[in-house]
């Protein structure tokens, strides 16, 4: 199979770099009930966070068990609406469209965008382990037609230039450097093309990377850019933004109750909300024409 087909892919990618053997590496072993748990109610796997109000009354229940099962499809419900959000974004696309996820994990994103336009999508992740599972998600919903994943680093992804309607990362953008992966998207979307990113991001307004900012740095292997690089960088990659949003008021709800979700929390909840809090960290959505 040649690297720029639409075929499905699932061999891992040669290695490129010490750093993206240890991010290979962590995803391929992360089995965090966080992102398991909450994909098997329906089987839509978000590997991000969530956007909006908070049903409070599920802190509420007495029955513990239930308690937990209540918490977990809310924290669910509100991770599919930041991928609604996200895909809402994308612009007006058809079933003849095709889309490109970077860095998709267990592939919800994917499957939220073709759910709702229609289109073709292909995603695309480091992890030979996300990719085959994603693939097997597709094939049981039917959609392995439409919906493919492929195990290739999102810098350098073989597709064909202008093969893309629209294109964007959903909290991944962390991995990598951005003028290199902006560069990636501007080749693949075809001229009016569509880029979304949703990122946490320091607000170097404040100056360096806060003490939180550098906690969950070293905790998901990954190196948070500052928010002014994501704009400098879509300048110099024909990427104009057309809409920004700070979500960052809207994913504090989230968070809250991700940190009273017994058996889900990670340790990393109150790090979080306390970057939130003080103004060092954001989290933002961007959506960009390519020109």
């Not at 990427?239 to 504090?252: E, R, Y």
Request: a negative charge; aromatic letters at 8%; hydrophobic letters at 35%.
């Amino acid at each position: 199979m040649s690297s720029t087909d639409a075929g499905t892919t699932t061999a891992p990618v040669p290695p490129q770099s010490t750093y993206q053997n240890r991010v290979a590496d962590y995803w391929n072993a992360e089995e965090n009930p966080v992102n398991l748990e909450l994909g098997r109610i329906d089987d839509l796997y978000h590997h991000h966070y969530g956007v909006g109000d908070v049903d409070r009354s599920v802190l509420e229940e007495s029955d513990p068990e239930v308690r937990q099962e209540r918490i977990t499809a809310e924290l669910h419900r509100l991770e599919h609406a930041q991928a609604e959000l996200l895909a809402a974004r994308l612009g007006p696309l058809s079933p003849a469209d095709r889309v490109f996820d970077a860095g998709c994990g267990r592939g919800g994103g994917s499957v939220v965008a073709h759910l709702r336009h229609g289109c073709a999508a292909d995603g695309v992740t480091i992890s030979a382990k996300q990719a085959g599972f994603a693939n097997e998600q597709a094939r049981k919903r039917g959609i392995d037609g439409s919906v493919r994943y492929h195990c290739r680093d999102m810098l350098d992804t073989g597709f064909p230039s202008g093969a893309f309607a629209a294109s964007w990362n959903n909290e991944s953008t962390m991995y990598v450097e951005l003028d290199l992966l902006f560069a990636e998207h501007a080749r693949l979307l075809r001229r009016g093309g569509r880029y979304v990113v949703i990122t946490g991001c320091y607000n170097d307004t404040y100056g360096r990377a806060s003490r939180e900012v550098s906690l969950i740095n070293a905790h998901y292997i990954c190196d948070i850019h500052p928010r002014s690089a994501y704009f400098r960088a879509m300048a110099r990659n024909r990427l104009v933004p057309v809409h920004v949003q700070d979500l960052t008021a809207a994913t504090i709800p989230y968070w809250e109750l991700r940190r009273q979700a017994g058996h889900l929390v990670t340790g990393i909840e109150d790090t979080f909300l306390t970057a939130y809090r003080n103004g060092s960290f954001q989290y933002l959505l961007i959506a960009a024409d390519r020109v």
